[in-house]
């Protein structure tokens, strides 16, 4: 089983082009630890769409000769800058109790080791959650779940034979 991290504060979600041309998934963005040192960068699950590695999804948006430790400050600075620069189907909640399955932990090369306010980052799927249960395993907000998919306006992923789940 992944390892898993959760925790409540200001989430940004944001339509993400994860799949070149024409296959987008909803990316979102949080922080945790003390300061928020960890920047969290996850993925809502779709049943239509490919599972995003953050990581891949920045390769494939690197140059080919990139150095791979660049894909790191990538998805960095693409979640920090999904916030600042509000674009449209951008949904920013001030609260809110969330869980990510990690995938992968690094670290950025920026600024002494820190880029955005981060030190560490943490990528892998997203979900809201409402407690837990007495496992201590985080309850997933089906509610909030399906508000996040609908981002994805309706024809977004057509091209590919993709629908969203209407919410």
């Not at 993400?16 to 300061?35: I, Q």
């Not at 953050?54 to 150095?67: F, T």
Request: net charge negative.
């Amino acid at each position: 089983m992944a390892r898993t991290l959760a925790g409540s504060g200001r989430v940004t979600l944001f339509p993400m082009l994860h799949m070149w041309p024409d296959v987008y998934g909803v990316g979102a963005y949080t922080r945790a630890g003390h300061f928020g040192a960890t920047g969290v960068v996850g993925y809502i699950p779709i049943a239509e769409v490919p599972d995003m590695s953050w990581l891949d999804v920045a390769a494939r948006h690197l140059p080919p000769n990139a150095d791979p430790a660049g894909r790191v400050d990538w998805v960095l600075c693409t979640a920090w800058s999904s916030r600042v620069v509000v674009k449209p189907g951008t949904w920013d909640l001030p609260e809110a109790s969330w869980s990510v399955e990690v995938d992968t932990k690094a670290v950025p090369r920026g600024n002494d080791g820190a880029m955005y306010g981060h030190s560490e980052l943490v990528v892998g799927r997203f979900a809201f959650t409402d407690g837990v249960d007495e496992r201590g395993v985080p309850l997933v907000d089906e509610v909030m779940m399906a508000r996040a998919r609908a981002l994805l306006p309706s024809g977004y992923n057509r091209v590919r034979g993709l629908e969203p789940v209407p919410a």
